[in-house]
């Protein structure tokens, strides 16, 4: 059984930093992409970055010049390190993973009603301003 466990979330002034992590288990493939999502109250939800298992990185236009996601192979873990926060990142956060390459992650988020095959509980970012 997959598990995907997020952790790091908090409460920070704008243009502070946090770094999400999320950790992975059970999965035994050798092609996947694991990224996050957010989702505000009200709002749809947003995809922020992902990676896959060749490194390749793809972001929001609105993170890309200051989230960056790194992978640790031999923790099972990806991180999302969020820098010079704003009040509009304010969101829970959610970590999500595909047995596939990252532009079918993309696929399945911009698919109304899709779910990701694996998903985390969600951490609360919190931005104040």
């Known amino acids: 059984q997959v598990r995907l466990v997020e952790s790091g979330g908090g409460s920070v002034q704008s243009g502070g930093s946090l770094r999400l992590s999320c950790e992975a288990s059970?999965?035994?493939?050798?092609?996947?992409?694991i990224g996050w999502f957010r989702q505000a109250p009200g709002k749809e939800r947003e995809g922020v970055a992902a990676i896959d298992s060749d490194a390749s990185t793809t972001f929001a236009v609105s993170v890309r010049d200051r989230f960056s996601i790194t992978q640790d192979k031999a923790k099972k873990t990806a991180y999302l390190q969020m820098n010079s926060l704003k009040p509009n990142d304010t969101a829970m956060y959610y970590c999500?993973?595909?047995?596939?390459?990252?532009?079918?992650?993309?696929?399945?988020?911009?698919?109304?009603?899709?779910?990701?095959?694996?998903r985390g509980q969600g951490t609360q970012v919190t931005v104040s301003s």
């Open positions: 059970g999965y035994t493939g050798n092609t996947y992409c």
């Open positions: 999500a993973a595909e047995p596939q390459r990252c532009y079918l992650w993309w696929t399945v988020l911009r698919r109304q009603g899709a779910k990701f095959t694996y």
